[in-house]
């Protein structure tokens, strides 16, 4: 046991402490010790102990804290922190891979197979130039520094029992861990999620920062290994800690919780083991940017482009020959085996549910810049699990979902490892008023039954779709028109529903996407908790579900364009009539300059929609929403035509990109609802603000 008194500029923050914090309380049972002997030791070894010898020496214990026990003690105006060793056995105080393992081994309560994985890895990849050694904290982490309460300086670093000899970058991962922390995980100690715009420099900023006052390079070749390594060593801990807890011998009432962050901290270190850093201070100007994205979205948008140009673009060919080559056969809505696995490579780069801010940390306006770059190629999104319509269902789950619905299915779409459609359109009545939709919802006990015919079904014919969303009426009288539809959660396998056949887009089946499909629900029966939300809430589901969707959308359709300039322009410079290249005929030099500015143009509208929702919310960015659903296709489409003429009759045919692109582009004027309704929209909220104006001037 040792004491350690705590300086006079540590007693005011300790004192307040004390006065506010709920988390000092009485000695808890298992470490109690002799109160009397404890004085006695104090008042012979630590000076200025015995000033008040008159006054009681009272001791109580902090409740935070999952290692060693630790205690206020207080003896008059003195105040004091004595910690102590926890009972039963430590931790090492070795970082070495075989050592936390053996503990992890000592202590495990189940089998987890990515500490098992993780382990051999690092074992196999120990850096070739780990000979450089120092004294190693061990437990480096902002938990453990003491700041000096006026001055921006560290005065005392604490909890030195990790302490060991190693190489000095592993405290710096250590540090670091808290930045790539996964977000489905509750943080420990009640910490939250790193936020930007607090002042706490990125990961990159603080490695620049500890890189110069060392002397090296700010670019780490090994930096994967000391993350990975670092991850190991939390599961070990939080292993540990649940082992106490079970034995009795833990300070916090909350140990237990420890059992459930072993296997998602490991399996995080496995993915950070097969990341590619780029540890350098990356270099942005942001000069004349109308919407600015956040340093984690320039950043994520960085490695977005190298991943595409590295391992998505280089794969086209070879995607598209799979589809050639089995379009008629029964392998034609599988995909081929190289999107799994850059799939796997995009989550291990930590590229993986982008779309989804409570998950990546991403601005709409962030994100948006993303989607353009994913939409320069047509199975990109899916290989950061970012495509339609998944990216909306996760949304719907992940608002209006129950815990037991996204157990049951939000989480394996996260993952990747099923996949799921919207069925809402409906051939028996113009679907464009979403109000006049047939398809039933009827409660029957502990049961909805769904009777109705829909489609335009995205993904069905994918054979890892395994979850379809449907939009049916629940009706009830005493209702408004809006809220007498609901939304309902429907496997595919469920018996009734029916597959009937694939439909073509102007010819094309879209196979990778899996298609678009016309499904009927016959007497198709799903338990009461599969509803969504609640009885009649469907429009309002569909509201929030269509906001950041049409961002995607929209920007994905840029990224498109810039794509069919690319073609555009190449074959303008290459192909000759008339005994000049085409880009010397004025009208197709208009016809390339006319695209640049309509493509600059749509990427700013669809931006400040972006910029809307980050700002006010899709509620009250419905008008931007809505404008961008009309000009976006609308443009692209016009471009994608000029490009056709330019290519001739290569343009139509298969050996160019063109027609289909066109023919998807056609389509979002009619998927996203028609134009028609989207203009009458904006036409009825711009009249409405017009007049709000001009009351206000009157």
Same mark, same amino acid.
């Given at each position: 046991?040792?004491?350690?008194?705590?300086?006079?500029?540590?007693?005011?923050?300790?004192?307040?402490?004390?006065?506010?914090?709920?988390?000092?309380?009485?000695?808890?049972?298992?470490?109690?010790?002799?109160?009397?002997?404890?004085?006695?030791?104090?008042?012979?070894?630590?000076?200025?102990?015995?000033?008040?010898?008159?006054?009681?020496?009272?001791?109580?214990?902090?409740?935070?804290?999952?290692?060693?026990?630790?205690?206020?003690?207080?003896?008059?105006?003195?105040?004091?922190?004595?910690?102590?060793?926890?009972?039963?056995?430590?931790?090492?105080?070795?970082?070495?891979?075989?050592?936390?393992?053996?503990?992890? %081994?000592?202590?495990?309560?189940?089998?987890?197979?990515?500490?098992?994985?993780?382990?051999?890895?690092?074992?196999?990849?120990?850096?070739?130039?780990?000979?450089?050694?120092?004294?190693?904290?061990?437990?480096?982490?902002?938990?453990?520094?003491?700041?000096?309460?006026?001055?921006?300086?560290?005065?005392?670093?604490?909890?030195?029992?990790?302490?060991?000899?190693?190489?000095?970058?592993?405290?710096?991962?250590?540090?670091?861990?808290?930045?790539?922390?996964?977000? *489905?995980?509750? !943080?420990?100690?009640?910490?939250?999620?790193?936020?930007?715009?607090?002042?706490?420099?990125?990961?990159?900023?603080?490695?620049?920062?500890?890189?110069?006052?060392?002397?090296?390079?700010?670019?780490?070749?090994?930096?994967?290994?000391?993350?990975?390594?670092?991850?190991?060593?939390?599961?070990?801990?939080?292993?540990?800690?649940?082992?106490?807890?079970?034995?009795?011998?833990?300070?916090?009432?909350?140990?237990?919780?420890?059992?459930?962050? &072993?296997?998602?901290?490991?399996?995080?270190?496995?993915?950070?083991?097969?990341?590619?850093?780029?540890?350098?201070?990356?270099? *942005?100007?942001?000069?004349?940017?109308?919407?600015?994205?956040?340093?984690?979205?320039?950043?994520?948008?960085?490695?977005?482009?190298?991943? !595409?140009?590295?391992?998505?673009?280089?794969?086209?060919?070879?995607?598209?020959?799979?589809? &050639?080559?089995?379009?008629?056969?029964?392998?034609?809505?599988?995909?081929?085996?190289?999107?799994?696995?850059?799939?796997?490579?995009?989550?291990?780069?930590?590229?993986?549910?982008?779309?989804?801010?409570?998950?990546?940390?991403?601005?709409?306006?962030?994100?948006?810049?993303?989607?353009?770059?994913?939409?320069?190629?047509?199975?990109?999104?899916?290989?950061?699990?970012?495509?339609?319509?998944?990216?909306?269902?996760?949304?719907?789950?992940?608002?209006?979902?129950?815990?037991?619905?996204?157990?049951?299915?939000?989480?394996?779409?996260?993952?990747?490892?099923?996949?799921?459609?919207?069925? !809402?359109?409906?051939?028996?009545?113009?679907?464009?008023?979403?109000?006049?939709?047939?398809?039933?919802?009827?409660?029957?006990?502990?049961?909805?039954?769904?009777?109705?015919?829909?489609?335009?079904?995205?993904?069905?014919?994918?054979?890892?779709?395994?979850?379809?969303?449907?939009?049916?009426?629940?009706?009830?009288?005493?209702?408004?028109?809006?809220?007498?539809?609901?939304?309902?959660?429907?496997?595919?396998?469920?018996?009734?529903?029916?597959?009937?056949?694939?439909?073509?887009?102007?010819?094309?089946?879209?196979?990778?996407?899996?298609?678009?499909?016309?499904?009927?629900?016959?007497?198709? /029966?799903?338990?009461? *908790?599969?509803?969504?939300?609640?009885?009649?809430?469907?429009?309002?589901?569909?509201?929030? /579900?269509?906001?950041?969707?049409?961002?995607?959308?929209?920007? /994905?359709?840029?990224?498109?364009?810039?794509?069919?300039?690319?073609?555009?322009?190449?074959?303008?410079?290459?192909?000759?009539?008339?005994?000049?290249?085409?880009?010397?005929?004025?009208?197709?030099?208009?016809?390339?300059?006319?695209?640049?500015?309509?493509?600059?143009?749509?990427?700013?509208?669809?931006?400040?929609?972006?910029?809307?929702?980050?700002?006010?919310?899709?509620?009250?960015?419905?008008?931007?929403?809505?404008?961008?659903?009309?000009?976006?296709?609308?443009?692209?489409?016009?471009?994608?035509?000029?490009?056709? %003429?330019?290519?001739?009759?290569?343009?139509?045919?298969?050996?160019?990109?063109?027609?289909? !692109?066109?023919?998807?582009?056609?389509?979002?004027?009619?998927?996203?609802?028609?134009?028609?309704?989207?203009?009458?929209?904006?036409?009825?909220?711009?009249?409405?603000?017009?007049?709000?104006?001009?009351?206000?001037?009157?």
């Amino acid at each position: 046991m040792d004491s350690t008194p705590v300086r006079p500029w540590a007693v005011a923050v300790m004192e307040a402490c004390a006065a506010r914090d709920p988390e000092m309380a009485e000695v808890l049972p298992q470490h109690k010790f002799d109160c009397r002997s404890l004085e006695d030791y104090l008042s012979q070894h630590l000076p200025g102990f015995v000033a008040e010898p008159e006054t009681t020496l009272s001791v109580t214990q902090y409740r935070l804290g999952q290692s060693n026990p630790t205690f206020y003690l207080q003896k008059g105006i003195q105040a004091y922190v004595l910690r102590k060793k926890p009972p039963g056995s430590l931790l090492p105080k070795a970082h070495k891979v075989s050592t936390w393992t053996k503990q992890y %081994q000592a202590t495990a309560h189940q089998d987890i197979p990515a500490i098992s994985h993780l382990s051999d890895w690092l074992m196999k990849n120990l850096p070739d130039n780990d000979n450089e050694q120092c004294l190693l904290h061990g437990d480096f982490k902002l938990d453990n520094i003491v700041f000096h309460p006026k001055e921006s300086r560290i005065i005392a670093v604490l909890d030195w029992e990790l302490s060991t000899i190693g190489h000095p970058l592993s405290d710096l991962a250590y540090l670091c861990v808290f930045y790539f922390w996964p977000r *489905t995980v509750p !943080m420990i100690n009640h910490c939250s999620y790193f936020q930007e715009n607090i002042g706490i420099p990125s990961v990159e900023e603080l490695i620049s920062i500890y890189c110069r006052h060392r002397g090296i390079n700010s670019v780490l070749p090994n930096w994967n290994f000391f993350l990975a390594l670092s991850y190991f060593k939390m599961a070990g801990i939080a292993q540990g800690v649940y082992s106490r807890y079970l034995l009795g011998n833990n300070s916090s009432e909350n140990s237990f919780l420890f059992a459930n962050l &072993v296997k998602p901290l490991a399996e995080t270190g496995l993915q950070l083991s097969k990341r590619t850093f780029n540890t350098a201070l990356p270099q *942005t100007d942001t000069a004349g940017h109308l919407f600015v994205q956040t340093r984690t979205g320039r950043e994520v948008l960085t490695r977005v482009k190298d991943f !595409m140009k590295q391992h998505i673009l280089p794969a086209e060919k070879e995607v598209i020959a799979f589809y &050639v080559q089995n379009g008629n056969s029964v392998d034609k809505w599988r995909k081929p085996l190289v999107i799994d696995k850059l799939k796997e490579m995009a989550k291990a780069e930590g590229l993986w549910n982008l779309f989804l801010p409570a998950v990546s940390g991403l601005s709409q306006v962030d994100y948006a810049f993303i989607a353009e770059e994913t939409g320069k190629c047509f199975f990109a999104p899916d290989i950061f699990n970012c495509q339609a319509p998944d990216t909306g269902n996760m949304e719907v789950l992940h608002l209006y979902g129950s815990e037991e619905q996204k157990k049951q299915w939000l989480e394996p779409l996260l993952q990747g490892s099923i996949t799921s459609c919207f069925c !809402m359109t409906e051939p028996g009545v113009a679907s464009s008023d979403a109000t006049n939709i047939e398809c039933s919802i009827q409660r029957d006990g502990n049961s909805y039954v769904i009777n109705g015919k829909k489609w335009w079904s995205s993904g069905v014919g994918s054979p890892t779709c395994k979850i379809a969303i449907v939009m049916g009426r629940t009706e009830n009288s005493s209702e408004s028109r809006h809220k007498q539809h609901s939304m309902i959660l429907v496997p595919i396998n469920t018996p009734g529903v029916e597959v009937i056949r694939p439909l073509s887009v102007f010819g094309y089946m879209d196979n990778f996407h899996g298609g678009h499909f016309e499904v009927h629900f016959n007497q198709v /029966r799903v338990p009461v *908790t599969n509803l969504i939300l609640g009885e009649g809430r469907g429009f309002e589901i569909a509201q929030g /579900r269509l906001g950041p969707g049409r961002i995607h959308h929209c920007m /994905r359709t840029v990224g498109l364009a810039e794509r069919v300039l690319q073609i555009m322009c190449e074959r303008a410079t290459q192909r000759v009539t008339f005994k000049k290249k085409l880009s010397a005929h004025e009208v197709v030099a208009h016809w390339i300059a006319k695209s640049r500015i309509a493509i600059d143009q749509i990427r700013l509208l669809t931006l400040k929609a972006a910029n809307s929702i980050d700002t006010v919310g899709s509620a009250r960015a419905m008008k931007e929403i809505a404008m961008i659903k009309v000009a976006v296709p609308r443009v692209v489409c016009k471009i994608i035509d000029r490009a056709i %003429q330019v290519c001739g009759g290569a343009g139509v045919s298969q050996d160019y990109p063109l027609a289909n !692109m066109y023919a998807l582009t056609r389509s979002l004027r009619l998927a996203d609802g028609p134009d028609e309704v989207h203009l009458s929209a904006v036409a009825g909220m711009e009249l409405h603000d017009q007049a709000k104006a001009l009351t206000a001037k009157l």
